[in-house]
């Protein structure tokens, strides 16, 4: 028994002895899943695919281009927010963690995210080159609290034959509403030519979409959704007249009425309706069923912003970014972080090609950016994208209130002061809950 | 003698409700079986293609792939078999001193125990977080399982089993000079064998299924549970763009705990036939 104890501790003192690193490591916690299996060894950027393959593939050339630091990666269940609030609470965080600009606020506030203007002075980010959206993204009074890596929100993805079919191509292009009234009528003569519902919805299960239309469609005629940091005003003229009119969608049958997003991205894949209005993140997937031959929705699709239906054209948009948690740190993990944005600013095209929209300037105006299909349309969102206010905590559970109870008010189920009232008192009630 | 007995009573009509009813309850597993079987890109389009060819193992073979997931599958088991262990451990001998011994406090402390089936883990979240952190014990076996042996049905159900135990089995052994050890570890332990069964069942489900506190204990992936594991390794709209793969998960991470009901099948029918006597 004794020898055996000892072999044991042997063995586990010889197990205990590793190699000496020098390295300077950096601990990075990420979602959007994991593919180790198919881009665990990879370097070629240009190669990899879709938003994992594309970042597991940046990280990896990012640790072969610097060979004395390297980042260890930490990949978390989508969108990880409970396990970096555990670690920050375990005061344990990450060097650096993909963050929703909607979110950087909870942390921000509360003094759990670094500041992040000297990383990116060290690193040579030329801030003067980000977005209006993106710099409005991470942005808190006055100082950058990340490196805003994408522009994400609604589009118009559009399935073109049906389109012809309806006689609503000119040149080549669809021909997408300009007012509400018109896409009303676009709507009846769509399915009148077709068949088919003009607009796919999902309104099941899916509080984002509801969400983005109020938002968006109020944004376009000049509300304040958020007077202050700690109020919403949504029962307004203005925002009962959107919700009103997403009603008569639905009364009118302009759209589908009871799919969730898995049944809404079937039926527009399966050329069922005119336009899926969901997000950045669709590009892809659409785009590869358009070049697919034999595809319900080969040779017909394209994708545009939300059209401007009242006032200003002007669209409700998140995005990613790079942030920073609190936590003492050495010179050389200071630098090597600066160094991350630095490479990360660089490859911001090769995000761009997941389908959301550039966090730079320059990017969106390189001609590879401009060559990929669909860019040149869906450029504008950087432009007339606009996140909410950065001094507003709580933004992804206020988006879910306010998205089930603006669904409530589109389909029906409970009358549009009702349910804006409602959402207001909800929202309210919550940010009353915050410091 | 009762398995005959039971197949004599049934009428054909009930055979065919039985056979409905098995059909409906093993449907979705069957579904999600054919789904993991395909290509994630058959299915964007429409899930029916689930019902014919060509099927592969790719999706299996990209669990695999990742090189955690085993480590995932070994934490998991290490989670949820140190858990079973304890709790059976614990619930033993905490039912054994509620049902035969006699000391203070006997009744409070039950009631005490009792009360705790009704506070939900969510309820004190945050200062056990908190207190493992105090302890350095985040991302650690012991952090995994500890809160796991907090288990007051264990002790309620093992009390419940060990009180219909008659009392004059361990006066008998008193009297042969038995320690109240040796009653509880050579008479009353091989008598609630089928209750531990039961109860091991129970637990290693509940361990091997949990996502809430891996969640936020294992912080590190090295030190993800196969649940948290998964998840993690799903894409955004993964329901969507990857269902395959995403079934596959599901299938995969239920194998084991498929496992553990084909072995132990018998002691579950015998304890809960045995509840359902008494």
Same mark, same amino acid.
């Given at each position: 028994m004794k020898r055996l104890a000892r072999a044991l501790l042997v063995v586990l003192a010889l197990g205990s002895c590793a190699k000496p690193d020098h390295r300077t490591h950096i601990y990075l916690q990420r979602f959007f899943g994991e593919c180790g299996a198919e881009y665990g060894g990879s370097i070629d950027v240009a190669k990899a695919e879709g938003e994992c393959g594309i970042i597991t593939t940046l990280i990896n050339r990012f640790n072969a281009e610097n060979p004395d630091i390297h980042?260890?990666?930490?990949?978390?269940?989508?969108?990880?927010?409970?396990?970096?609030?555990?670690?920050?609470?375990?005061?344990?965080?990450?060097?650096?963690?993909t963050m929703h600009e909607g979110v950087i606020s909870d942390y921000a506030l509360k003094g759990l995210l670094e500041p992040v203007d000297d990383y990116l002075k060290m690193g040579g980010v030329d801030t003067n080159d980000f977005t209006d959206a993106a710099r409005a993204g991470v942005t808190i009074n006055g100082r950058a609290y990340g490196l805003p890596w994408d522009t994400h929100g609604g589009l118009f993805h559009v399935n073109t034959a049906l389109f012809a079919k309806a006689g609503l191509m000119r040149a080549g292009k669809p021909v997408l509403p300009t007012t509400a009234d018109e896409l009303i009528a676009q709507g009846k003569q769509f399915e009148q030519r077709t068949g088919k519902p003009y607009l796919i919805q999902s309104n099941v299960g899916d509080p984002a979409f509801a969400a983005r239309n109020l938002y968006t469609y109020m944004m376009a005629q000049g509300a304040v959704l958020f007077p202050d940091a700690h109020h919403?005003?949504?029962?307004?003229?203005?925002?009962?007249?959107?919700?009103?009119?997403?009603?008569?969608?639905?009364?009118?049958?302009?759209?589908?009425?009871?799919?969730?997003?898995?049944?809404?991205?079937?039926?527009?894949?399966?050329?069922?309706?005119?336009?899926? *209005?969901?997000?950045?993140?669709?590009?892809?997937?659409?785009?590869?069923?358009?070049?697919?031959?034999?595809?319900?929705?080969?040779?017909?699709?394209?994708?545009?912003?939300?059209?401007?239906?009242?006032?200003?054209?002007?669209?409700?948009?998140?995005?990613?970014?790079?942030?920073? *948690?609190?936590?003492?740190?050495?010179?050389?993990?200071?630098?090597?972080?600066?160094?991350?944005?630095?490479?990360?600013?660089?490859?911001?095209?090769?995000?761009?090609?997941?389908?959301?929209?550039?966090?730079?300037n320059s990017v969106l105006a390189d001609a590879r950016f401009k060559a990929l299909p669909h860019r040149a349309d869906i450029a504008p969102l950087a432009e007339i994208g606009r996140p909410l206010p950065s001094n507003v905590q709580r933004q992804n559970a206020i988006e879910g209130i306010v998205g089930e109870e603006a669904a409530a008010a589109f389909t029906g189920q409970k009358k549009v002061p009702q349910a804006l009232a409602d959402a207001e008192r909800r929202v309210n009630d919550l940010l009353a809950e915050v410091e | 003698m009762a398995a005959r007995l039971g197949q004599a009573r049934l009428t054909l009509p009930a055979r065919v409700s039985l056979g409905l009813a098995a059909l409906i309850m093993?449907?979705?597993? !069957?579904?999600?079986?054919?789904?993991?079987?395909?290509?994630?890109?058959?299915?964007?389009?429409?899930?029916?293609?689930?019902?014919?060819?060509?099927?592969?193992?790719?999706?299996?073979?990209?669990?695999?792939?990742?090189?955690?997931?085993?480590?995932?599958?070994?934490?998991?088991?290490?989670?949820?078999?140190?858990?079973?262990?304890?709790?059976?451990? !614990?619930?033993s001998l905490a039912g054994y001193a509620f049902a035969r011994l006699e000391f203070p406090l006997k009744r409070?402390?039950?009631?005490?125990?009792?009360?705790?089936?009704?506070?939900?883990?969510?309820?004190? #979240?945050?200062?056990?977080?908190?207190?493992?952190?105090?302890?350095?014990?985040?991302?650690?076996?012991?952090?995994?399982?500890?809160?796991?042996?907090?288990?007051?049905?264990?002790?309620?159900?093992?009390?419940?089993?060990?009180?219909? #135990?008659?009392?004059?089995?361990?006066?008998?052994?008193?009297?042969?000079?038995?320690?109240?050890?040796?009653?509880?570890?050579?008479?009353?332990?091989?008598?609630?064998?089928?209750?531990?069964?039961?109860?091991?069942v129970f637990t290693f489900l509940g361990a091997w299924n949990d996502y809430w506190w891996p969640l936020i204990s294992a912080t590190r992936s090295d030190m993800y549970t196969l649940t948290v594991g998964l998840a993690a390794a799903q894409m955004n709209y993964a329901q969507t763009s990857g269902l395959g793969y995403l079934m596959a998960q599901a299938v995969f991470a239920s194998i084991p705990i498929f496992i553990v009901y084909i072995v132990f099948q018998k002691q579950i029918v015998r304890a809960m036939a045995g509840a359902a006597v008494r």
């Open positions: 980042i260890d990666v930490n990949v978390v269940a989508w969108p990880g927010y409970p396990q970096l609030t555990a670690q920050v609470a375990a005061r344990d965080p990450p060097d650096l963690v919403i005003k949504l029962n307004t003229p203005t925002g009962v007249a959107v919700a009103e009119y997403f009603r008569r969608i639905n009364v009118e049958r302009i759209g589908t009425l009871n799919m969730d997003t898995p049944a809404a991205i079937a039926a527009f894949i399966n050329g069922e309706g005119g336009i899926y *209005p969901t997000g950045t993140w669709m590009i892809g997937s659409f785009q590869k069923e358009a070049t697919t031959r034999g595809r319900p929705l080969y040779n017909s699709y394209a994708v545009f912003p939300y059209p401007r239906l009242w006032g200003a054209h002007v669209e409700y948009v998140s995005g990613h970014s790079w942030v920073v *948690p609190t936590h003492k740190r050495s010179a050389g993990q200071r630098a090597a972080i600066a160094r991350f944005f630095r490479f990360m600013a660089a490859h911001n095209f090769d995000w761009a090609r997941t389908g959301h929209i550039p966090a730079f | 093993v449907a979705p597993l !069957l579904w999600t079986l054919l789904l993991s079987l395909k290509h994630n890109a058959d299915l964007v389009g429409h899930s029916g293609a689930a019902l014919h060819p060509p099927y592969t193992l790719d999706n299996y073979g990209a669990i695999f792939g990742n090189s955690l997931t085993l480590r995932w599958l070994m934490n998991s088991a290490i989670v949820a078999l140190g858990q079973t262990a304890g709790v059976l451990i !614990l619930a409070t402390l039950f009631v005490i125990v009792l009360l705790g089936l009704a506070v939900p883990s969510q309820a004190v #979240i945050l200062p056990q977080h908190q207190l493992f952190a105090w302890l350095h014990l985040h991302n650690s076996y012991p952090g995994l399982i500890l809160p796991g042996l907090v288990a007051p049905f264990g002790v309620f159900f093992m009390t419940t089993y060990m009180r219909g #135990i008659p009392a004059e089995l361990d006066e008998a052994a008193m009297l042969d000079g038995a320690s109240r050890w040796t009653i509880f570890w050579k008479i009353i332990v091989p008598l609630t064998l089928p209750a531990q069964s039961t109860l091991a």
